[in-house]
């Protein structure tokens, strides 16, 4: 919504034949505190708790060698760019424009970050499904089908939370950077605020 001041003032003398009727627009000194609007703290936060438990989640596969080790080296260094943007986030809230600035580049780089987990999920997620698949068919009528369904099982669940934890993470960084960019008119004009001035004519004596 467009903020509107009235300003009532004498007009000068000089002006005595000017409209009594003014409308201007200005630059709202309030427009800064949009981005306190996208709660960046509560949102921050998020990011950094939900990075530092997806940092658990590869350093526990990492250590038993259940997944590539490549994937998650990215994931951890994904995770490590997320917290950096959430630390950001949150210290923006001082609505200095050069940090919200840096804050609009961490989101967006850690975005990006968090597709790339999502996609690496899916992979994950199929390789891991084709490998189970196998070892179901050849285990098909034997004692071990029992272990091999219950493992197959905490499998999914385990990849579908990883690729939750990513989704919920590029929602955020989206967010957030949404907010920085409409607070430093990236991609928006900034918001005026029309301003009405009324000159009252002068009292006869």
Not at 72 to 85: E, K, P, R, Y
Not at 113 to 138: D, E
Not at 145 to 156: A, D, K, P, Y
């Amino acid at each position: 919504m467009e903020a509107v001041a009235l300003n009532d003032q004498t007009p000068n003398p000089e002006n005595a034949d000017g409209p009594l009727v003014s409308v201007s627009f200005q630059k709202n000194p309030q427009h800064v505190r949009k981005y306190l609007e996208a709660e960046p703290k509560a949102l921050g936060v998020t990011q950094i708790t939900l990075s530092v438990f997806k940092i658990s989640m590869s350093l526990s596969t990492l250590s038993n060698g259940f997944e590539d080790v490549t994937l998650d080296v990215i994931h951890f260094a994904g995770s490590l760019l997320v917290i950096i943007a959430g630390s950001v986030a949150v210290a923006a809230q001082n609505l200095h424009l050069p940090t919200l600035r840096a804050c609009l580049g961490m989101q967006v780089l850690a975005c990006a970050a968090s597709v790339v987990g999502i996609f690496i999920s899916f992979f994950q997620v199929g390789t891991n499904y084709s490998s189970i698949g196998c070892w179901l068919m050849k285990t098909n009528g034997t004692e071990q089908h029992t272990i091999c369904q219950t493992l197959s099982t905490v499998l999914e669940l385990y990849l579908a939370e990883g690729l939750l934890i990513h989704t919920a993470l590029a929602a955020i960084c989206a967010t957030l950077a949404a907010y920085c960019c409409k607070v430093i008119n990236c991609c928006t004009p900034m918001s005026k605020m029309t301003v009405i001035t009324i000159n009252t004519p002068p009292a006869q004596q």
